[in-house]
């Protein structure tokens, strides 16, 4: 089969799941005991978060390890906003619903909130978040780089606006591992979330780096594991997986994602010369190296991703979360294309292992598809 939903999940890598497997059969120790066993447990466990706090220029202290990329918004959002009753938070519209329902139950909860709007392309105006920040704005959370259309964000210049004014800056970079460099102080984030699951490690595991001095509360409450912010015993075999995606990630350095860019920019050149009245959703330039997005016009998101299926190919339209419901994605919504527009989307998303042969196909089967669901929309003009 031909896997293009890398951005709602990716495989597994074969040196991920070799450094797991220890973890999964001989070496099962608590971390938290005292004997041997336990000890290679903790060991290990310190090896994934040295791993990832290297990857992102982060001391091993700043990782809080949690159960996924949601959870890490959570920790990050609730455990901001509850530190003090009340009090005032900035998103925008084209969040992660891990980002954009925390705000919004923060809100029901009695808190503020200012979800700020994007462009035709899905960036956020850095001048509209100063303008809604008020006296007591406490976080600014913007995503760094979007899963649905890869528009990626003017994070340096929000985040220097934030810490200018006193504000603690979260942002969502769960896409954004591995693919783009990311460095918590050449950003100046105080918060950010990561999950292995996008990064060809396990399901299940997610970080939150958290800048030395500050402590948000915790969310899940029993025993001091993570420095007190997280209880509950280690996931230490996924943990080991996402410290060896990272450090994987590291070894093999800018080439696949080169490899990568350049099959996307074939994939999105292709699609848009063969098939007419066709737009890519993002921004042309500031976008993921591995997503290419787009809309068809006249059709059903739901028609193509069938059709790809009965030719073995996996694509999404839309975001993963919100397939199964009839509404069409909030992030194409708030870009601004009309309910109809924004139906007739898909994504097609890349990663290391995509092989150029994989692209030629799709450009090859994909055209046909669209002419037929066309010839088949009661919304298609005919000639
Ligand atoms: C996938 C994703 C999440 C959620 O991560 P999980 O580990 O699946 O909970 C959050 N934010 C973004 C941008 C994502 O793509």
Redesign the pocket.
Known sequence: MIYLDN?ATTRVAPEVFEAMSPFLQDEYGNPSSVYALAGRSAAALEDGRRSLAEFIGAEPEEIIFVG????A?NLAIKGTMRKKDGGHMITSAIE?H??LHTCKYLQEEGYDLTVAGVDQHGLVDPREVADAIREDTRLITI?HS??EVGTIQPIVEIAAIARERGIKMHT?A??SLGKVPLNVDALGVDMM?F?A??LHGP?GV?ALYIRKGFRPEPIIHGGGQERRLRAGTENVPGIVGFGRAVSLAAELGHEPVERMRALRDKLIAGVLEAIPETVLSGHPVERLPNIASFLFRYIEGEGILLSLDMKDIAGSSGSACTSGSLDPSHVLLSMGYPHEIAHGSLRLSLSRYTTEQEIDTVLEVLPPIIQRLRDMSPLYPRR
């Open positions: 951005a996924s990329g949601s959870e918004d992660h891990a980002v995503m979007n899963n969502d769960v896409q979330s999950s699951h996008k399901k997610g």
